[in-house]
């Protein structure tokens, strides 16, 4: 699998821009058995070299995010929950569920890429280099919280390695109806820092389906954040 082509940056035009910042990775891992359910059968599992498949929480900050026929963004509180495929030979990224503080953001990823997110409250507070994000899904009792400390940089990841693996995704997949649909996103790699991880509340794991996990989780990284161009989304053909 080529892992290097989808870093490239389409020729096509882009669809809008957005800024990412302040993104905390907390990844676990699974056995295939647990997460292949919970994937729609028109994509492959992608698993890393150690069989299992790993599953992160990336919550963060969404910055400027608009298309680009329009002239101002909106900004927001945005927390995936996420797993990694492939579709044709191509790596990717499928997300079991979003949250996003914005109604509007919320409704237009629905409608226009088939994302399943959801509105909820979340808040970001710094103190003394500890960072809180707690996000509640609206009308429900769905909510993470995530409590952490910024360390040492690592800088971009090198291919080949895990973090170059779990960070560096650029493709995206949805399914509706059997129909699979693409969007890729273009950024320079992540700066990629240390991060340790104070507390957690990883309710959105198990809202998801999987059973809550065991003990810590298996890699933790923060990035303070890379600026976005969107591409797509285009529907796969046959």
């Given amino acids: 699998m080529d892992r290097i082509a989808?870093?490239?940056?389409?020729?096509?035009?882009?669809?809008?821009?957005?800024?990412?910042?302040?993104l905390l990775f907390v990844h676990y891992t699974f056995p295939v058995s647990l997460v292949r359910p919970l994937v729609p059968k028109e994509l492959e599992l992608d698993p890393w070299e150690d069989g299992l498949?790993?599953?992160?929480?990336?919550?963060?900050?969404?910055?400027?995010?608009?298309?680009?026929?329009?002239?101002?963004?909106i900004d927001f509180l945005e927390t995936n929950l996420r797993t990694y495929v492939s579709r044709k030979g191509e790596p990717g990224v499928f997300f079991f569920s979003l949250e996003a503080s914005s109604l509007l953001a919320v409704e237009?990823?629905?409608?226009?890429?088939?994302?399943?997110?959801?509105?909820?409250?979340m808040s970001l507070h710094e103190h003394e280099g500890v960072v809180r994000y707690e996000t509640a899904r609206r009308n429900t009792n769905v909510r993470s919280?995530?409590?952490?400390?910024?360390?040492?940089?690592?800088?971009?990841?090198?291919?080949?390695?895990?973090?170059h693996f779990?960070?560096?995704?650029?493709?995206?997949?949805t399914v509706r109806d059997?129909?699979?649909?693409?969007?890729?996103?273009?950024?320079?790699?992540?700066?990629?820092?240390?991060?340790?991880?104070?507390?957690?509340?990883?309710?959105?794991?198990?809202?998801?389906g999987l059973p809550a996990p065991e003990g810590r989780p298996a890699s933790v990284h923060y990035s303070p954040g890379v600026e976005v161009e969107v591409f797509g989304p285009w529907e796969e053909r046959e």
């Fill in 145 to 163: 919280s995530f409590e952490y400390r910024v360390g040492k940089e690592l800088g971009a990841s090198k291919p080949g390695t895990l973090e």
């Fill in 53 to 73: 498949m790993w599953v992160g929480i990336v919550p963060f900050e969404m910055k400027d995010i608009r298309p680009n026929f329009v002239p101002f963004g």
């Fill in 108 to 121: 237009a990823a629905r409608f226009g890429w088939g994302l399943p997110y959801f509105h909820a409250d």
């Fill in 6 to 22: 989808p870093t490239r940056r389409p020729s096509a035009r882009p669809s809008g821009s957005q800024t990412w910042e302040k």
């Fill in 178 to 208: 059997g129909v699979v649909s693409k969007g890729h996103v273009h950024h320079v790699p992540y700066p990629a820092f240390e991060a340790e991880l104070l507390s957690v509340d990883d309710g959105l794991v198990r809202a998801a």
């Fill in 166 to 173: 779990l960070l560096e995704r650029y493709l995206l997949f």
